[in-house]
């Protein structure tokens, strides 16, 4: 029995793990304590030594001096204060007039906000909440379908996770080892096709079932010409700056995430501060919720470097590979089995767990297999959109259920609305898997260089042109022909 578990240490840890997360014992107490109580057993079985534990000191140190996961908080508090800025409200406003003469016009318009929104917040809550206080109620009194309104704005919510500068890429880079930059770089055509899709459902629904999505009538169109124009400039200029501070100077090298994060706090309150939305309530609640956010990140990740140490010490990294890389089908086996472990774990688990706990494993088998870990990253948080989403424990449905009036708005009809927007996101991981040039197009990769072509030239001492150097052999020495040797007898010896 003590060699069974001595053998089999890893999947034991392992499933410990799922165990205490299917119970619902919170994942960061949960890592802990796991890791915790298998390093004890792996010392008592002779697997680790004792001092092998020493290391926790280091992995502790390292996530708390990580420089990158500061960006963390800063792009929650800019989030929630931009919710408060009233800017969502200008963007939508001006879209929905824009767009509203043609059927799904408002649908557009929540599709196209939430992208500026993601491309600015980095956050679910505060696009969803936003645009759900605001589009949701003129939807609904224009006729629109009540599960196709709070599938939109539940999906147009979730693009944060995909669109830079997510909190998702920044997490993945983190684990995956990849600067957050080339993570921004190959999300931007995977966010792209995103909202195609998801323009593109409109566009169908509008055709076949035109009563779900109708057009404005001319009378709520009351802006036109420059007011209607300059209500939409008065929402993008500055949503426009605030993406290039946050996100342009990223992409430009000009500052690391974390700067860009603090600088785009500052914007969003100079924002808050010019619409007249800046308070100290509105900064003290953006505050707690940035408090208890990066509370909850900090102490999963602890507790996640503490089981990933004491399971890679009992040969558990060895166990994963084995087990991943010996799948049928090879790395489109792999990439298939990775999704869909993924995709139903997305209905337990929160995303920052799932970088945290999964993708540490996974990794390691993806990088032996050959694949680019910027577009395997990519994937996977396209995938892990979908934890937002799921009936019933989807975040972005708890967040819209939380705003919407209940007499009006059933709980299963924000459900199955949230089913076709589910859909397309797993369709954009099957586009992202069958065209990897969606993420590696992006990329620069730099120019292909032969090493064996390559020819060193030197330049001749004191200047002039520069020649080829020959460097033909000199002649070998010639010392004539050796003589012949003598084979005499030596003089008899003389004992005189």
């Known amino acids: 029995m003590i060699d069974l578990i001595r053998d089999n240490m890893a999947p034991i840890l392992f499933g410990g793990l799922v165990l205490f997360l299917l119970i619902g014992y919170p994942a960061a107490f949960s890592l802990a304590a ?48 931009l919710e408060k800025s009233g800017m969502a409200e200008d963007l939508l406003e001006g879209f929905g007039q824009l767009f509203g003469g043609v059927r799904g016009g408002l649908s557009y318009a929540v599709i196209i906000v939430g992208a500026i929104l993601g491309a600015i917040t980095g956050t679910v809550a505060a696009s969803v909440i936003a645009m759900g206080l605001i589009s949701l109620p003129v939807m609904m009194r224009y006729g629109y379908n009540v599960r196709h309104a709070t599938g939109v704005i539940a999906a147009s919510g979730t693009i944060t996770q995909l669109i ?17 930059g080339e993570m921004y770089i190959g999300a931007t055509g995977a966010s792209i096709v995103q909202v195609l899709l998801f323009m593109g459902w409109v566009f169908i629904l509008s055709i076949i079932r035109p009563q779900d999505v109708p057009a404005l009538p001319p009378e709520a169109r009351t802006l036109r010409g420059w007011p209607l124009w300059r209500m939409i400039i008065r929402g993008t200029v500055p949503s426009l700056a ?3 501070i946050v996100l342009g100077t990223i992409l430009l090298g000009l500052v690391t995430p974390t700067e860009a994060g603090a600088m785009g706090v500052v914007g969003a309150m100079l924002l808050a501060w010019m619409n007249g939305r800046l308070s100290w309530t509105v900064t003290w609640g953006g505050m707690v919720s940035t408090m208890r956010l990066t509370a909850m990140v900090v102490f999963i990740l602890l ?25 049928p089908g090879g790395v489109v086996g792999f990439l298939i089995f ?15 767990e799932i970088a945290f706990i999964v993708i540490p494993l996974l990794a390691p088998v993806a990088d032996s297999l ?13 995938n892990m959109q979908t934890s937002f989403m799921h009936p019933p424990f989807g975040f972005a449905l708890f967040y819209l259920r939380g705003i ?5 708005v059933k709980t299963t009809d924000i459900y199955m609305g949230a089913i076709p927007w589910l859909v397309l996101q797993l369709i954009l ?19 292909e260089v032969d090493f064996n072509s390559v020819e060193i030239v030197l330049p001749p001492v004191g200047g002039g042109e520069v020649t080829t150097p020959s460097f033909t052999a000199p002649p070998p020495p010639s010392f004539g022909a050796p003589p012949a040797p003598t084979f005499e007898a030596p003089p008899p010896p003389s004992f005189n």
């Open 404 to 408: 919407v009036p209940r007499d009006k």
């Open 370 to 382: 050959g694949i680019d870990l910027v577009w395997f990253g990519v994937m996977i948080c396209a």
């Open 429 to 447: 991981v099957g586009l992202l898997i069958a065209f990897p040039e969606l993420v590696t197009f992006f990329l620069d990769k730099g120019p």
């Open 338 to 352: 990775v999704n869909i472990f993924v995709f139903i774990l997305a209905f337990f688990l929160d995303f920052f």
């Open 303 to 327: 507790g996640a470097r503490v089981f990933t140490l004491v399971f890679q010490g009992v040969g558990g990294g060895h166990w994963i590979e084995e087990l991943l890389s010996n799948l």
């Open 34 to 81: 796991v890791g915790l109580f298998g390093g004890l057993a792996a010392i008592e079985l002779g697997l680790i030594a004792p001092n092998f534990l020493g290391n926790l000191t280091y992995q502790l140190y390292g996530v708390l001096s990580n420089e990158l996961l500061l960006a963390i908080p800063f792009f929650t508090l800019m989030g929630v204060i």
């Open 164 to 180: 830079p500068p997510s909190l998702v890429l920044i997490v993945l880079a983190d684990q995956l080892q990849r600067s957050p």
């Open 242 to 244: 605030l993406i290039f």
